[in-house]
């Protein structure tokens, strides 16, 4: 299979995101690549399967297809009206019954369609091959049939996800069925290794290695999750470099393996930057937010659906930004638009200092009202949202004893202290203040002590599924018995406050709340000073000579320099506003586009079993820090909600997901 240059990895010409490449293969290499002859000018039909519809919408924009010649998509599993004076395109999964389905459209006298464009997702079997080539009827029809190798979902600049939304279930899960496992690991393989035929990059694959208690205890199936999707990823690469032109023989960059029990506080704390704010307490469908807008006609106020993504320019800037600061710097930018304003001046008549608020209401009244302030007004309702929700729930105190717990400052004590008065605290604030004291604490919840916990914080037995489960995930039961391991939850005993972090001190912190920092940015910045202990962290392949030569490069670069273990970071909110601290977005994409040359190696980082929001933010922090673009992968990009609510169904056999709603 060939590929344009637009789809190279980033040595050479512009650097592009995985989200970019995935486009231009999506829109060039494929769509574009169907006019040809007699098909140039035409209109055609774009046929995609379930999974293959969300790849696209991932990526594309409906007007984006539309100018490559799509005028109309289509389902393969839904009736279809023919159109055999069109062509067709077919971007599907390989699949059996996606091939039956394609060859009952082609085949016989009254084909659907006059041509077929066929794409395939990922490899496609040579038994499927054969059934195709079978029909004499269907194969002078066909005008393509290719491989895509592209069957993930690019969900960030710097994220993609395999779509595997029962993975936890699925390898976690009580009645450990390791053939259902098995299969999940080979679809996510697949999709994984699709990643680097897309980028052309060839890694170097490290995972986390199985670590049994001692010599009488088995390894589990849970335990080699990260050997088996390893192999898995390994053998899929194998076949790339000798069926892909032009891929690479040697490695160009390097990928990790972990899974879920790698941090389990993670996926519970609350994390106060703008983007997680928004995906934790308001209900949101994934990047989707309905607000009310005035009408224009002088009625009741119309609901209005936005998506918060790259392409708006506030969202880029503050959604890696404390909630506090975000609400500061749209405060500024609303106060700057006032003050450059003379018709908003003469309506400020009494000389008083305006609220947020007041400064949006005035705004919206100007005729110069412009799509730029109709962003910026939107993000002063969604902040003040959510301020709201913080100061009605309590949230800064009960987001201070969570960081207090996991920094070692707070304990048993402090937890009994703040369930016994602070009785009108949510119910799922309550139950991942419990999850986060039963991953530091598991011999709190043995026996009676948990259901003790449990009726204490008036939480329903059926929360008590989501603090048990947690023990499925590994870590934090077998913390007593296993060596210390600055990875993985283990805890110093002769403390008498267990801490699941250590402090990265360093000069003053502005904002309290931004101590907490997921276990991937210790691993990630070990990876890259070449400091991640092989024992713990094998690879499947030794890296070429080159490979060793380009890290070393980007290793001695001053700004790749990781502070000690015992510092604390300085998080960007405690910054000035101009200093390239890399949680801005605009901070990652102008290093990215103006000398990404300078930059090493990629570095990619999988998490099995769903990955956070606090994950993303540190990959897309540490790509400006470390000089190297940081991209995290995983089964699942899950909010705390979903995250709670796929852990109690590990062992729930006979509940749907709306029975588990928190």
Same mark, same amino acid.
């Given at each position: 299979?060939?590929?344009?240059?637009?789809?190279?990895?980033?040595?050479?010409?512009?650097?592009?995101?995985?989200?970019?490449?995935?486009?231009?293969?999506?829109?060039?290499?494929?769509? &574009?690549?169907?006019?040809?002859?007699?098909?140039?000018?035409?209109?055609?039909?774009?046929?995609?399967?379930?999974?293959?519809?969300?790849?696209?919408?991932?990526?594309?924009?409906?007007?984006?297809?539309?100018?490559?010649?799509?005028?109309?998509?289509?389902?393969?599993?839904?009736?279809?009206?023919?159109?055999?004076?069109?062509?067709?395109?077919?971007?599907?999964?390989?699949?059996?019954?996606?091939?039956?389905?394609?060859?009952?459209?082609?085949?016989?006298?009254?084909?659907?369609?006059?041509?077929?464009?066929?794409?395939?997702?990922?490899?496609?079997?040579?038994?499927?091959?054969?059934?195709?080539?079978?029909?004499?009827?269907?194969?002078?029809?066909?005008?393509?049939?290719?491989?895509?190798?592209?069957?993930?979902?690019?969900?960030?600049s710097?994220?993609?996800?395999?779509d595997?939304?029962?993975?936890?279930?699925?390898?976690?899960?009580?009645?450990?069925?390791?053939? &259902?496992?098995?299969?999940?690991?080979?679809?996510?393989?697949?999709?994984?290794?699709?990643?680097?035929?897309?980028?052309?990059?060839?890694?170097?694959?490290?995972?986390?290695?199985?670590?049994?208690?001692?010599?009488?205890?088995?390894?589990?199936?849970?335990?080699?999750?990260?050997?088996?999707?390893?192999?898995?990823?390994?053998?899929?690469?194998?076949?790339?470099?000798?069926?892909?032109?032009?891929?690479?023989?040697?490695?160009?960059?390097?990928?990790?393996?972990?899974?879920?029990?790698?941090?389990?506080?993670?996926?519970?704390?609350?994390?106060?930057?703008?983007?997680?704010?928004?995906h934790?307490?308001?209900?949101?469908?994934?990047?989707?937010?309905?607000?009310?807008v005035?009408?224009?006609?002088g009625?009741?106020?119309?609901?209005?659906?936005?998506?918060?993504?790259?392409?708006?320019?506030?969202?880029?800037?503050?959604?890696?930004a404390?909630?506090?600061?975000?609400?500061?710097?749209?405060?500024?930018?609303?106060?700057?638009?006032?003050?450059?304003?003379?018709?908003?001046?003469?309506?400020?008549?009494?000389?008083?200092?305006?609220?947020?608020?007041?400064?949006?209401?005035?705004?919206?009244?100007?005729?110069?009202?412009?799509?730029?302030?109709?962003?910026?007004?939107?993000?002063?309702?969604?902040?003040?949202?959510?301020?709201?929700?913080?100061?009605?729930?309590?949230?800064?105190?009960?987001?201070?004893?969570?960081?207090?717990?996991v920094?070692?400052?707070?304990?048993?004590?402090?937890?009994?202290?703040?369930?016994?008065?602070?009785?009108?605290?949510?119910?799922?604030?309550?139950?991942?203040?419990?999850?986060?004291?039963?991953?530091?604490?598991?011999?709190?919840?043995?026996?009676?002590?948990?259901?003790?916990?449990?009726?204490?914080?008036?939480?329903?037995?059926?929360d008590?599924?989501?603090?048990?489960?947690?023990?499925?995930?590994?870590?934090?039961?077998?913390?007593?018995?296993?060596?210390?391991?600055?990875?993985?939850?283990?805890?110093?005993?002769?403390?008498?406050?267990?801490?699941?972090?250590?402090?990265?001190?360093?000069?003053?912190?502005?904002?309290?709340l931004?101590?907490?920092?997921?276990?991937?940015?210790?691993?990630?910045e070990?990876?890259?000073?070449?400091?991640?202990?092989?024992?713990?962290?094998?690879?499947?392949?030794?890296?070429?000579?080159?490979?060793?030569?380009?890290?070393?490069?980007?290793?001695?670069?001053?700004?790749?320099a990781?502070h000690?273990?015992?510092?604390?970071?300085?998080?960007?909110?405690?910054?000035?506003r101009?200093s390239?601290?890399?949680?801005?977005?605009?901070?990652?994409?102008?290093?990215?586009?103006?000398?990404?040359?300078?930059?090493?190696?990629?570095?990619f980082?999988?998490?099995?079993?769903?990955?956070?929001?606090?994950?993303?933010?540190?990959?897309?922090?540490?790509?400006?820090?470390?000089?190297?673009?940081?991209?995290?992968?995983?089964?699942?990009?899950?909010?705390?909600?979903?995250?709670?609510?796929?852990?109690?169904l590990?062992?729930?056999?006979?509940?749907?997901?709306?029975?588990?709603?928190?």
């Amino acid at each position: 299979m060939s590929y344009s240059d637009s789809d190279s990895s980033s040595y050479g010409g512009d650097h592009k995101s995985i989200r970019q490449i995935t486009r231009d293969r999506l829109l060039y290499e494929m769509l &574009r690549s169907t006019k040809t002859g007699d098909s140039k000018s035409k209109w055609k039909v774009l046929i995609m399967d379930k999974l293959t519809v969300k790849i696209m919408s991932c990526s594309c924009k409906m007007a984006d297809i539309t100018e490559e010649g799509v005028s109309l998509v289509e389902d393969i599993y839904r009736r279809r009206q023919p159109l055999p004076s069109m062509d067709a395109i077919y971007f599907i999964q390989p699949s059996k019954e996606n091939v039956i389905m394609f060859l009952s459209d082609m085949s016989g006298r009254s084909p659907l369609y006059k041509k077929a464009f066929v794409f395939f997702s990922s490899p496609i079997s040579r038994e499927l091959v054969a059934q195709v080539k079978r029909d004499s009827t269907v194969l002078p029809r066909i005008g393509a049939l290719r491989e895509m190798n592209l069957e993930y979902f690019a969900i960030d600049s710097q994220c993609f996800v395999t779509d595997n939304e029962r993975a936890l279930e699925d390898l976690f899960g009580d009645d450990e069925n390791t053939r &259902r496992g098995d299969v999940c690991l080979n679809v996510m393989a697949n999709r994984i290794a699709t990643v680097f035929a897309s980028l052309r990059e060839f890694p170097f694959v490290r995972y986390r290695a199985a670590k049994s208690l001692d010599a009488s205890t088995m390894t589990t199936f849970r335990d080699l999750i990260p050997t088996k999707l390893a192999a898995g990823i390994w053998n899929c690469l194998a076949k790339y470099k000798q069926s892909i032109p032009n891929f690479p023989q040697t490695e160009t960059c390097e990928l990790l393996i972990l899974e879920r029990s790698v941090d389990q506080i993670a996926p519970i704390i609350h994390e106060w930057t703008y983007d997680a704010m928004c995906h934790d307490l308001l209900n949101m469908e994934g990047n989707k937010y309905v607000h009310e807008v005035p009408s224009k006609t002088g009625g009741a106020p119309e609901k209005k659906e936005v998506i918060l993504e790259d392409h708006d320019p506030v969202w880029l800037e503050l959604r890696h930004a404390h909630i506090a600061d975000a609400s500061e710097r749209l405060h500024e930018k609303m106060t700057n638009f006032v003050s450059k304003n003379k018709a908003a001046q003469i309506q400020q008549r009494d000389g008083s200092e305006l609220s947020t608020r007041d400064l949006q209401k005035m705004v919206q009244a100007l005729p110069q009202y412009s799509e730029q302030i109709d962003k910026l007004s939107l993000h002063v309702e969604i902040a003040g949202k959510i301020n709201r929700i913080i100061r009605e729930t309590g949230l800064r105190e009960l987001g201070q004893l969570e960081q207090d717990l996991v920094f070692g400052d707070a304990g048993m004590k402090e937890v009994i202290k703040f369930l016994t008065t602070k009785e009108d605290a949510t119910r799922e604030n309550k139950l991942r203040l419990l999850m986060i004291l039963a991953a530091i604490y598991p011999e709190k919840f043995e026996g009676e002590k948990g259901h003790n916990l449990m009726k204490l914080a008036k939480l329903p037995m059926d929360d008590m599924n989501a603090v048990n489960n947690m023990r499925l995930l590994g870590g934090a039961t077998e913390t007593k018995k296993s060596s210390m391991s600055s990875f993985t939850l283990k805890f110093d005993m002769h403390k008498k406050k267990r801490g699941a972090r250590k402090e990265r001190t360093s000069e003053e912190e502005t904002w309290q709340l931004s101590r907490f920092y997921p276990m991937i940015e210790e691993l990630i910045e070990k990876l890259c000073k070449g400091e991640l202990p092989k024992e713990d962290y094998p690879c499947m392949n030794d890296p070429s000579p080159s490979f060793h030569g380009t890290s070393q490069v980007v290793s001695s670069n001053p700004a790749s320099a990781a502070h000690s273990m015992r510092s604390r970071r300085t998080p960007t909110w405690a910054r000035p506003r101009n200093s390239d601290d890399g949680y801005s977005s605009d901070s990652v994409l102008k290093h990215a586009s103006s000398d990404f040359k300078k930059l090493g190696n990629r570095i990619f980082v999988f998490i099995v079993g769903g990955a956070t929001r606090s994950e993303l933010r540190v990959c897309h922090k540490l790509t400006t820090k470390l000089r190297r673009e940081v991209v995290l992968g995983s089964s699942s990009l899950d909010d705390p909600p979903q995250f709670i609510t796929k852990l109690k169904l590990l062992t729930a056999h006979e509940l749907s997901l709306d029975d588990l709603q928190i």
